[in-house]
Protein backbone atom coordinates (compact mmCIF):
# COMPACT_ATOMS: atom_id res chain seq x y z
CA UNK A 1 0.00 0.00 0.00
CA UNK A 2 1.59 3.68 -1.36
CA UNK A 3 2.99 5.41 1.72
CA UNK A 4 2.10 9.27 1.73
CA UNK A 5 2.40 10.49 5.90
CA UNK A 6 3.39 9.72 8.77
CA UNK A 7 -0.06 8.13 9.26
CA UNK A 8 0.29 5.71 6.63
CA UNK A 9 3.68 4.73 7.89
CA UNK A 10 3.15 3.60 10.74
CA UNK A 11 1.97 0.51 10.14
CA UNK A 12 5.50 -0.18 8.72
CA UNK A 13 6.33 -1.04 12.79
CA UNK A 14 5.70 -3.28 15.40
CA UNK A 15 2.39 -2.71 17.53
CA UNK A 16 4.82 -1.88 20.67
CA UNK A 17 6.45 0.78 18.51
CA UNK A 18 3.42 2.30 17.22
CA UNK A 19 1.98 2.45 20.54
CA UNK A 20 5.37 4.65 21.54
CA UNK A 21 5.76 6.70 18.05
CA UNK A 22 1.55 8.00 18.70
CA UNK A 23 2.13 8.44 22.78
CA UNK A 24 3.12 11.94 22.75
CA UNK A 25 1.25 15.25 22.38
CA UNK A 26 2.63 19.06 21.62
CA UNK A 27 -0.20 21.46 23.41
CA UNK A 28 -2.40 18.68 24.48
CA UNK A 29 -2.33 17.67 20.95
CA UNK A 30 -1.74 14.60 19.16
CA UNK A 31 1.21 13.87 17.62
CA UNK A 32 2.86 11.35 15.61
CA UNK A 33 6.66 10.94 16.12
CA UNK A 34 6.88 9.95 12.36
CA UNK A 35 6.86 13.26 11.16
CA UNK A 36 9.46 14.30 13.34
CA UNK A 37 11.85 11.08 13.09
CA UNK A 38 12.67 7.25 11.54
CA UNK A 39 12.94 4.37 14.40
CA UNK A 40 16.22 2.61 14.31
CA UNK A 41 16.23 0.78 17.25
CA UNK A 42 14.12 -1.00 19.98
CA UNK A 43 15.83 -2.08 23.10
CA UNK A 44 14.29 -3.43 26.54
CA UNK A 45 15.98 -3.01 29.89
CA UNK A 46 17.37 -6.68 31.10
CA UNK A 47 19.25 -8.59 33.88
CA UNK A 48 21.96 -10.90 31.99
CA UNK A 49 23.98 -13.17 34.32
CA UNK A 50 26.33 -16.09 34.17
CA UNK A 51 26.74 -19.10 35.88
CA UNK A 52 24.00 -21.75 37.58
CA UNK A 53 20.59 -20.41 36.71
CA UNK A 54 18.29 -19.01 39.64
CA UNK A 55 15.67 -20.53 39.65
CA UNK A 56 13.28 -17.86 41.54
CA UNK A 57 14.30 -15.50 38.48
CA UNK A 58 11.71 -16.37 35.73
CA UNK A 59 11.88 -14.29 32.64
CA UNK A 60 9.06 -12.18 32.05
CA UNK A 61 7.80 -12.73 35.69
CA UNK A 62 10.04 -11.28 38.18
CA UNK A 63 10.62 -7.65 38.63
CA UNK A 64 12.99 -5.38 39.12
CA UNK A 65 12.71 -5.46 42.71
CA UNK A 66 13.05 -9.48 42.74
CA UNK A 67 16.01 -9.07 40.76
CA UNK A 68 17.78 -6.79 42.87
CA UNK A 69 17.02 -8.31 46.33
CA UNK A 70 17.47 -12.00 45.08
CA UNK A 71 21.43 -10.89 43.46
CA UNK A 72 22.10 -9.04 46.67
CA UNK A 73 20.55 -11.74 48.89
CA UNK A 74 22.81 -13.45 51.58
CA UNK A 75 22.55 -17.01 49.25
CA UNK A 76 23.79 -15.15 45.90
CA UNK A 77 25.61 -12.00 46.72
CA UNK A 78 29.12 -14.01 46.69
CA UNK A 79 28.46 -14.15 43.14
CA UNK A 80 28.18 -10.35 42.40
CA UNK A 81 29.96 -8.52 45.08
CA UNK A 82 33.25 -7.38 44.49
CA UNK A 83 32.52 -5.46 41.16
CA UNK A 84 31.54 -8.70 39.47
CA UNK A 85 27.77 -7.08 38.92
CA UNK A 86 28.10 -4.64 35.97
CA UNK A 87 25.60 -1.52 35.36
CA UNK A 88 25.00 0.57 32.09
CA UNK A 89 25.63 4.05 33.81
CA UNK A 90 22.62 6.03 32.50
CA UNK A 91 21.22 7.71 35.06
CA UNK A 92 17.74 8.32 32.89
CA UNK A 93 17.66 3.73 32.65
CA UNK A 94 18.00 3.95 36.48
CA UNK A 95 16.00 6.21 37.64
CA UNK A 96 13.34 4.04 35.45
CA UNK A 97 14.09 0.91 37.60
CA UNK A 98 13.94 2.72 40.84
CA UNK A 99 10.60 4.24 40.01
CA UNK A 100 9.36 1.22 38.47
CA UNK A 101 9.81 -0.26 41.92
CA UNK A 102 8.51 2.57 44.23
CA UNK A 103 5.55 2.95 42.16
CA UNK A 104 5.13 -0.75 42.12
CA UNK A 105 5.55 -1.28 45.97
CA UNK A 106 3.34 1.96 47.23
CA UNK A 107 0.20 0.93 44.76
CA UNK A 108 0.60 3.40 42.48
CA UNK A 109 0.37 3.37 38.45
CA UNK A 110 3.09 1.56 37.84
CA UNK A 111 5.39 3.83 35.85
CA UNK A 112 8.82 4.43 34.53
CA UNK A 113 8.68 8.21 34.56
CA UNK A 114 8.04 10.82 37.26
CA UNK A 115 5.32 13.19 38.01
CA UNK A 116 4.45 15.91 36.08
CA UNK A 117 4.83 18.36 38.85
CA UNK A 118 8.48 19.55 39.22
CA UNK A 119 10.20 17.22 41.33
CA UNK A 120 12.89 18.73 44.20
CA UNK A 121 16.73 17.27 44.78
CA UNK A 122 15.09 15.43 47.75
CA UNK A 123 12.70 13.36 45.52
CA UNK A 124 14.46 12.27 42.95
CA UNK A 125 17.18 11.18 45.96
CA UNK A 126 13.77 9.16 47.15
CA UNK A 127 13.38 7.69 44.14
CA UNK A 128 16.98 6.58 43.17
CA UNK A 129 17.13 4.89 47.01
CA UNK A 130 15.33 2.28 46.12
CA UNK A 131 17.51 0.50 44.23
CA UNK A 132 19.33 0.65 47.24
CA UNK A 133 16.82 -0.37 49.71
CA UNK A 134 16.25 -3.31 47.00
CA UNK A 135 20.03 -4.76 48.16
CA UNK A 136 21.96 -2.49 45.30
CA UNK A 137 24.09 -1.31 48.05
CA UNK A 138 27.91 -0.98 49.39
CA UNK A 139 26.86 -3.10 52.39
CA UNK A 140 25.61 -5.99 50.17
CA UNK A 141 27.94 -6.08 47.72
CA UNK A 142 31.35 -3.82 48.15
CA UNK A 143 33.68 -5.96 50.42
CA UNK A 144 37.34 -5.83 50.06
CA UNK A 145 37.65 -2.07 49.40
CA UNK A 146 35.91 -2.57 46.39
CA UNK A 147 33.04 -0.36 44.49
CA UNK A 148 29.25 -1.77 44.31
CA UNK A 149 29.02 -2.53 40.94
CA UNK A 150 31.19 -2.20 37.96
CA UNK A 151 30.12 1.35 36.33
CA UNK A 152 30.29 2.48 32.48
CA UNK A 153 28.33 4.37 30.39
CA UNK A 154 29.95 2.56 26.99
CA UNK A 155 27.17 -0.49 26.65
CA UNK A 156 30.15 -2.30 24.91
CA UNK A 157 32.52 -2.07 27.96
CA UNK A 158 29.81 -4.29 30.34
CA UNK A 159 29.41 -6.92 27.73
CA UNK A 160 32.67 -7.44 26.74
CA UNK A 161 33.04 -8.45 30.46
CA UNK A 162 30.43 -10.08 30.87
CA UNK A 163 30.96 -12.39 27.97
CA UNK A 164 35.00 -13.01 29.24
CA UNK A 165 33.87 -13.53 32.79
CA UNK A 166 35.09 -11.01 34.41
CA UNK A 167 31.80 -9.77 35.71
CA UNK A 168 29.14 -12.49 36.39
CA UNK A 169 25.90 -9.86 36.47
CA UNK A 170 24.58 -7.41 33.79
CA UNK A 171 22.34 -4.70 33.82
CA UNK A 172 22.11 -3.72 29.94
CA UNK A 173 19.94 -3.41 27.12
CA UNK A 174 18.61 -6.90 25.60
CA UNK A 175 20.80 -6.09 22.43
CA UNK A 176 24.03 -6.23 24.08
CA UNK A 177 23.12 -9.27 25.95
CA UNK A 178 22.05 -11.25 23.44
CA UNK A 179 25.70 -9.99 21.58
CA UNK A 180 27.36 -10.67 25.04
CA UNK A 181 25.94 -14.50 24.94
CA UNK A 182 27.42 -14.38 21.54
CA UNK A 183 30.94 -13.96 22.84
CA UNK A 184 30.78 -10.45 22.51
CA UNK A 185 33.51 -8.42 20.44
CA UNK A 186 36.11 -10.53 21.14
CA UNK A 187 35.09 -14.26 22.17
CA UNK A 188 32.66 -14.98 19.78
CA UNK A 189 35.05 -17.40 17.56
CA UNK A 190 33.85 -21.01 17.58
CA UNK A 191 36.90 -22.63 19.38
CA UNK A 192 36.87 -19.34 21.81
CA UNK A 193 37.14 -20.98 25.23
CA UNK A 194 35.64 -18.23 26.69
CA UNK A 195 32.68 -17.82 24.29
CA UNK A 196 29.49 -18.52 26.69
CA UNK A 197 28.21 -21.74 26.39
CA UNK A 198 24.15 -21.86 26.77
CA UNK A 199 23.94 -23.29 30.28
CA UNK A 200 26.01 -20.49 31.86
CA UNK A 201 24.14 -17.52 30.07
CA UNK A 202 20.67 -16.33 31.43
CA UNK A 203 18.92 -13.27 30.18
CA UNK A 204 15.40 -12.48 32.66
CA UNK A 205 13.28 -9.85 31.11
CA UNK A 206 11.67 -8.30 34.24
CA UNK A 207 7.86 -8.27 34.03
CA UNK A 208 7.69 -4.28 33.93
CA UNK A 209 10.86 -2.86 32.19
CA UNK A 210 11.68 0.44 31.11
CA UNK A 211 12.03 0.62 26.93
CA UNK A 212 14.41 2.34 24.89
CA UNK A 213 13.28 3.59 21.29
CA UNK A 214 15.92 5.06 19.22
CA UNK A 215 15.17 7.35 16.05
CA UNK A 216 17.00 8.72 13.30
CA UNK A 217 16.54 12.46 13.21
CA UNK A 218 18.02 15.36 10.79
CA UNK A 219 19.82 18.19 12.77
CA UNK A 220 18.09 21.50 10.41
CA UNK A 221 21.08 23.51 11.39
CA UNK A 222 23.15 21.11 8.84
CA UNK A 223 20.30 21.65 6.44
CA UNK A 224 21.16 25.29 6.52
CA UNK A 225 24.54 25.41 6.82
CA UNK A 226 25.35 22.47 4.06
CA UNK A 227 23.65 22.33 0.65
CA UNK A 228 22.85 19.00 -0.46
CA UNK A 229 23.18 17.48 3.56
CA UNK A 230 19.45 16.54 3.57
CA UNK A 231 19.51 14.42 0.37
CA UNK A 232 22.14 12.45 1.84
CA UNK A 233 20.70 12.08 5.27
CA UNK A 234 17.87 10.88 3.77
CA UNK A 235 19.70 8.18 1.61
CA UNK A 236 21.23 6.83 5.20
CA UNK A 237 18.06 7.10 6.80
CA UNK A 238 16.32 4.98 3.93
CA UNK A 239 19.13 1.97 3.57
CA UNK A 240 20.09 1.53 7.62
CA UNK A 241 16.11 1.63 8.61
CA UNK A 242 13.77 1.11 5.68
CA UNK A 243 15.51 -0.34 2.75
CA UNK A 244 13.46 -3.33 2.18
CA UNK A 245 10.30 -2.61 3.43
CA UNK A 246 8.31 -3.21 0.04
CA UNK A 247 9.77 -6.24 -0.36
CA UNK A 248 8.67 -10.19 0.39
CA UNK A 249 9.93 -11.96 3.21
CA UNK A 250 12.41 -13.97 0.47
CA UNK A 251 13.72 -10.83 -1.27
CA UNK A 252 14.03 -8.87 1.54
CA UNK A 253 16.52 -11.48 3.37
CA UNK A 254 18.49 -11.74 0.39
CA UNK A 255 22.48 -11.75 0.56
CA UNK A 256 24.99 -10.17 -1.21
CA UNK A 257 27.57 -12.35 0.13
CA UNK A 258 27.19 -15.85 1.73
CA UNK A 259 29.01 -17.32 4.27
CA UNK A 260 31.06 -17.15 6.21
CA UNK A 261 30.81 -13.37 5.86
CA UNK A 262 27.17 -13.12 4.73
CA UNK A 263 26.30 -9.49 4.20
CA UNK A 264 22.50 -8.75 3.55
CA UNK A 265 21.33 -6.52 0.69
CA UNK A 266 18.86 -4.76 2.35
CA UNK A 267 20.39 -1.74 5.54
CA UNK A 268 18.02 -3.14 8.48
CA UNK A 269 19.24 -6.62 8.24
CA UNK A 270 23.18 -5.67 7.94
CA UNK A 271 22.33 -3.94 11.10
CA UNK A 272 22.96 -7.73 12.67
CA UNK A 273 26.73 -8.06 11.50
CA UNK A 274 27.03 -5.82 13.86
CA UNK A 275 25.02 -5.52 16.59
CA UNK A 276 21.89 -7.51 18.00
CA UNK A 277 19.22 -4.87 18.74
CA UNK A 278 15.65 -5.63 18.46
CA UNK A 279 14.69 -4.09 14.87
CA UNK A 280 11.20 -1.67 14.78
CA UNK A 281 10.37 -2.51 11.68
CA UNK A 282 7.47 -5.52 11.59
CA UNK A 283 8.74 -6.89 8.89
CA UNK A 284 11.31 -8.33 10.84
CA UNK A 285 9.99 -8.68 14.80
CA UNK A 286 6.21 -9.09 14.49
CA UNK A 287 5.48 -12.26 16.40
CA UNK A 288 3.73 -13.80 13.91
CA UNK A 289 4.49 -12.67 10.89
CA UNK A 290 7.68 -11.01 10.96
CA UNK A 291 11.26 -13.06 9.90
CA UNK A 292 12.19 -13.50 13.42
CA UNK A 293 8.84 -15.88 13.98
CA UNK A 294 8.94 -17.22 10.19
CA UNK A 295 12.76 -18.12 10.58
CA UNK A 296 13.07 -19.19 13.86
CA UNK A 297 15.44 -16.49 14.30
Known amino acids: MPIHN ?62 LSTISSEQYRDRFNNNKLG ?25 VNPPPSQLTLSDFYNVYQEIADAGINYRNLATNNRSTALLNSDSSVILNNLDSGRIDGGIMYNGDAIFSAQGGEFHAEKDDPLKPKSEDFHIV ?17 NIEQFPGF ?11 GLEGVNETLADFQAVLTEKPETIYKNGPLENFNYVQYTSPLKKISDPENGLVAVEGW
Request: proline share 3%.
Open 6 to 67: ANDALGLFTDEVQEILTSYSIDNKPVNLLDYAVPYFFQSLVFAYRGAKIDSLVDHQSSWYDI
Open 87 to 111: IVEDERSLYSIANLIKTTKENQTVT
Open 205 to 221: TPVNTPLALDLIVVNKL
Open 230 to 240: LDQAYQVIKKV
